[in-house]
């Protein structure tokens, strides 16, 4: 069992940064392959960034330049940093963990979730 708690989300004007963290329960974290998806209001909950347990990455190709995921398997965290936000970027950021042996952009490809965090971005 994992849990997930993210935080760092807030409201934002067009153009600033965000650094979401994702605080992860359990001694397995670094066997887990850890995404970040989002869900804007009325839109399926889509996949924006992951990464294997070597750290390599993978980004929607929307958010490749701006948004960057990384993990710290001492402390049992993922974060993301964002910048150069948009009002597209407005959405619930979910932090995710998978058992996978590979980095899947489905949300049925992951096993834990955390409850959330808003991202709201003013234009």
């Known amino acids: 069992q994992m849990q997930l708690v993210e935080s760092g989300g807030g409201l934002v004007q067009a153009g600033g940064s965000l650094r979401l963290s994702c605080a992860a329960s359990?001694?397995?974290?670094?066997?887990?392959?850890m995404g970040w998806f989002r869900q804007a209001p009325g839109k399926e909950r889509e996949f924006v960034a992951g990464?294997?347990?070597?750290?390599?990455?993978y980004y929607l190709d929307s958010v490749k330049g701006r948004f960057t995921i990384s993990r710290d398997n001492a402390k049992t965290s993922v974060y993301m940093q964002i910048n150069s936000l948009k009002a597209e970027d407005t959405a619930v950021y979910y932090c995710?963990?998978?058992?996978?042996?590979?980095?899947?952009?489905?949300?049925?490809?992951?096993?834990?979730w955390g409850q959330g965090t808003q991202v709201t971005v003013s234009s």
């Open positions: 995710a963990a998978s058992r996978l042996t590979w980095v899947g952009s489905r949300p049925n490809d992951y096993d834990y």
């Open positions: 359990g001694r397995t974290f670094r066997s887990y392959l």
């Open positions: 990464i294997s347990w070597s750290s390599s990455t």
